[in-house]
């Protein structure tokens, strides 16, 4: 034997009676020795308490599916008991983490590549709390002491090690979520799959999840979780699966995530991916919610949207996470359902200063005008009572006096337009269409235009309340114009051959936080004019005004009688409207109506005057009134006064003021006149 075969085979028997001696040492010696320098260790680095409280050992394992000589190489197995990972110190005093046992196996020769290889990982009895405080410390941000984290976060990214997590295997792992700044306290469960469940079983067909990846390209969901507790106030449970560590390791992954989650009366339902979900750059999924009112969303995503019925809509989410300071959410092309009408369209919402902000665009097809009832606390207490609610409305009042919580107004900005292409609605309101741009700054709403289609005319309207201020205070101006009087009374044959209109102007302006307290101080100018009419029982019974039915039998019976002009201008100082000018000039008979309109306390107290024309006489000799309340109005005849003659006609004499304000409303073509036209000049002039 050459003296090169005998350094050669002494070479070899010193190596293996080396890992021979290293494997004894391993399996025999008493790893316990190292816990108190282990945990020292970890502790400094981590900056928080780090202990191994049980048994820490080291064995060899021989894998099972290696061949040729790395089948030879055992790889070791660390068990370690009873480990604890804590807290910072005044954030709580429950660890971050806990293990009952953990189990690693290192895979030693891809060491040599610069490869940390651990072929599997085994947890079990796993505790975990995440703790935030009201000023954002918490419980899972670590300090590693560096000066600067960009510099360190480079350094690590720069490192040519990596590591290769193979399979990992857990019991049911424990968390408790408990946050001060979202009120959140939550109890949760993540438990790994028995079998992997396709990212297809559970998307829809149509669905664009995952972004450029193709569908085929993102991993099957492996671990299931389930939670309940509380959010913001209110109750919550949610159930859901995430993906695997292999989506984790690639860089730019689609990371599958599906939710079903409750909170309250609110379900959100979502199935799509996280793109790179370890440092997240996107979002994309299919997202479903519904509830018994939209605006219950502004407790459970900070989103403030108006009160509505029932609701449920779908759609697909899109967010761009790469700029955190900007981020942008995009809920596209959903549809779905409010109360009984149906709603389209695009919305984007944008985190900035001062204040986050909604952008875009809703369509109704066919809206239910019943269902904007709850924008403007308008619905009955049945209707509240059916979603939940307890109602504010007294059985006696009719204008609402539910609060507008205005303090959600400054919770964002705004700026969407809606569009109701058909309405449904009750015999007794020809509404075609609405239309409105909504724009909310720092508290304030400014709805302008507000576009209501009404009989072949339009009521145009801008409305401004400012809830920036205590009370709030509000402005309404609105113009009515061309109001078709055959499309207003659509059932009354000989109203179809009238070419009668009306039209109106009304700019009121008033504080407080409700419909009923701005109206009860309210300040302003109503004035409306009907020209080319008819009036009778059977037309007061088709609208339903049992007051007018009754004061329209007192003064003509049964007949029809038709209206030449009726026009009024009513002043409102403080809630009390009260008319400068209100008659009604009828084929027989002018009729004055004076008296006050109490917005603050819904009375009434008007008085009605009626004076015959030509040789028709009255036989009512003395006025009618109408007294009471908004909701109980109590029409009847004042028989301790009498009418005098000519006191209409005298009244006329001394109103060319308020006449000329309501000439600016007659606007037939340039070769028309109407009745009203003649009318009103007449008595401008004295004639």
């Known amino acids: 034997m050459t003296l090169g075969k005998k350094v050669g085979l002494w070479v070899l028997v010193i190596l293996l009676l080396v890992l021979v001696a290293l494997v004894i040492i391993v399996a025999t010696f008493d790893w316990n020795y190292f816990k108190p320098t282990i945990n020292e260790r970890v502790s400094q680095t981590l900056n928080r308490p780090f202990a191994i409280e049980g048994d820490l050992d080291v064995s060899w394992q021989w894998p099972n599916d290696q061949s040729g000589w790395h089948g030879w190489i055992p790889w070791p197995h660390l068990h370690a008991e009873d480990i604890h990972l804590g807290s910072p110190e005044g954030v709580t005093d429950a660890d971050l983490a806990s293990l009952a046992a953990l189990d690693v196996v290192l895979s ?9 290889s651990i072929p599997s990982i085994s947890l079990s009895g796993g505790e975990a709390t995440l703790a935030r405080l009201e000023d954002g410390s918490n419980n899972w941000t670590f300090d590693l002491g560096s000066e600067n984290p960009d510099t360190q976060a480079a350094d690590s990214s720069d490192s040519d090690w990596t590591v290769n997590i193979g399979s990992i295997d857990f019991e049911p792992i424990s968390l408790h979520y408990d946050d001060a700044m979202l009120a959140a306290d939550v109890d949760a469960t993540l438990t790994l799959l028995g079998k992997p469940i396709a990212f297809s079983e559970l998307n829809a067909e149509d669905s664009a999840a995952g972004g450029s990846a193709a569908e085929e390209d993102i991993v099957d969901y492996r671990f299931g979780w389930q939670a309940k507790g509380n959010y913001r106030g209110q109750s919550f449970q949610g159930n859901g699966r995430l993906g695997g560590l292999e989506a984790l390791r690639q860089r730019d992954a689609a990371y599958p995530v599906q939710a079903d989650v409750q909170a309250g009366a609110t379900k959100v339902a979502l199935n799509g991916t996280l793109r790179d979900p370890l440092a997240p750059k996107a979002i994309d999924m299919d997202l479903s919610f519904s509830g018994q009112n939209l605006g219950d969303l502004y407790r459970v995503i900070g989103v403030t949207l108006p009160d509505t019925p029932p609701y449920s809509t779908n759609g697909h989410l899109t967010a761009d996470l790469t700029d955190r300071e900007t981020l942008t959410f995009r809920y596209r092309d959903f549809n779905g359902q409010v109360g009984d009408s149906d709603i389209h369209g695009d919305l984007t919402y ?7 902000s909604l952008t875009g665009e809703v369509v109704s097809r066919q809206l239910r005008f019943a269902d904007l009832a709850p924008l403007i606390g308008a619905d009955s207490n049945t209707e509240k009572a059916e979603r939940g609610e307890t109602s504010q409305q007294p059985e006696d009042k009719v204008l609402p006096v539910e609060t507008f919580d205005t303090e959600q107004w400054k919770a964002m900005d705004a700026d969407v337009k809606f ?11 020809p509404l075609e269409d609405i239309y409105t741009h909504v724009r909310l700054d720092d508290g304030e709403i400014l709805l302008d235009p507000l576009r209501f289609g009404v009989a072949d005319g339009n009521l145009n309207t801008t409305l401004r309340l400012d809830g920036s201020q205590d009370p709030m205070q509000s402005r309404v101006d609105m113009h009515i114009r061309r109001l078709s009087l055959s499309k207003l009374f659509p059932d009354v044959e000989l ?5 009668g209109e009306l039209n109106g102007d009304a700019s009121l302006s008033g504080t407080g936080n409700s419909v009923a307290a701005i109206l009860g101080s309210s300040n302003g100018n109503l004035r409306i004019l009907v020209s080319d009419g008819l009036i009778s029982q059977n037309l007061m019974e088709l609208a339903g005004l049992n007051v007018g039915n009754y004061l329209v039998g007192q003064l003509f019976g049964d007949e029809q009688v038709r209206i030449n002009c009726a026009a009024t201008d009513l002043e409102v100082n403080d809630g009390l409207a009260r008319p400068r000018f209100f008659i009604i000039d009828t084929e027989n008979a002018l009729v004055k109506i004076d008296g006050t309109v109490n917005f603050a306390n819904e009375a009434l107290d008007l008085t009605i005057e009626p004076e015959s024309k030509g040789p028709r006489v009255f036989t009512l000799r003395s006025p009618l009134y109408v007294r009471g309340t908004f909701k109980n109005p109590s029409p009847g005849v004042d028989a301790e006064s009498l009418i005098a003659r000519g006191a209409v006609s005298a009244f006329l004499g001394t109103v060319a003021t308020p006449v000329a304000a309501l000439l600016a409303l007659v606007s037939p073509s ?6 009203c036209n003649d009318f009103l000049s007449q008595i401008q002039t004295g004639e």
């Open 108 to 116: 030693p020769i891809p060491l040599f590549e610069h490869e940390v």
């Open 350 to 356: 944008r985190m900035g200063e001062p204040r986050p």
């Open 419 to 429: 569009t109701a292409q058909r309405i449904e609605h009750g015999e007794s309101l």
């Open 495 to 499: 109203m179809q051959n009238s070419h």
């Open 670 to 675: 340039a070769d028309e006149t109407t009745p």
